[in-house]
């Protein structure tokens, strides 16, 4: 009231203090300090658990990946094996589907437009076939050189390659050419 402040003397031997607000915060500080040290100690764990996890996921996906390697290259040899074995049936299969793609009725028409009138096939044989290429030999009875050297240029203009005369022989007053044509089918 007067503004002098009032002096508070302790005599005792022990005096007491108020430490109430000390252990509350020392008190909290362990708690927090057990807290972290829970949360930390599970996540550490957790780290841990998912850890040996993917090392086994890990080290199941690399024997998974080694058996298939394996057998990859098992496959692989098995399929070398069959390529070397069948090497010469494929050959043949493949040689047929080429023959079969070749358009014959393209081919005969393009003889028939080059063939003379008086001239005509006696046999024909297919030598060759590779990649839409064929050679074929036949042979031409006409009644004169004339006739085949006509046809020799004429399938010259239409093939683009001149045909090989292979031989002529005179028959019966005919001529019997044999002819190598190497034909194309042009797309």
């Known amino acids: 009231m007067n503004?002098?402040?009032?002096?508070?003397?302790?005599?005792?031997?022990?005096?007491?203090?108020?430490?109430?607000?000390?252990?509350?915060a020392g008190l909290a500080l362990v708690l927090?300090?057990?807290?972290?040290a829970w949360l930390g100690l599970g996540s550490f764990l957790g780290y841990k658990s998912a850890q040996s996890e993917a090392a086994a996921r890990t080290s199941r996906l690399e024997s998974v990946r080694v058996d298939q390697d394996r057998?990859?290259?098992?496959r692989e040899a098995e399929t070398l094996q069959l390529r070397a074995r069948l090497k010469d049936k494929v050959a043949i299969v493949n040689q047929a589907l080429?023959?079969?793609?070749?358009?014959w009725v393209e081919f005969f028409g393009l003889l028939e437009e080059a063939l003379p009138a008086s001239s005509y096939i006696s046999s024909m044989a297919p030598v060759s076939s590779v990649d839409g290429r064929l050679e074929v030999r036949f042979k031409v009875v006409?009644?004169?050189?004339?006739?085949?050297?006509?046809l020799v240029q004429r399938l010259a203009a239409a093939v683009g390659r001149t045909p090989l005369v292979q031989s002529e022989t005179r028959s019966g007053g005919q001529t019997v050419s044999?002819?190598?044509l190497t034909y194309e089918r042009i797309h």
């Open 71 to 74: 057998l990859r290259a098992e």
């Open 142 to 150: 006409s009644p004169g050189l004339g006739d085949t050297l006509e």
């Open 178 to 180: 044999e002819i190598t």
């Open 32 to 36: 927090l300090a057990a807290l972290s």
């Open 3 to 24: 503004g002098i402040r009032k002096l508070s003397i302790n005599l005792a031997s022990r005096p007491t203090r108020n430490r109430r607000f000390f252990r509350l």
């Open 98 to 103: 080429t023959l079969k793609g070749f358009s």
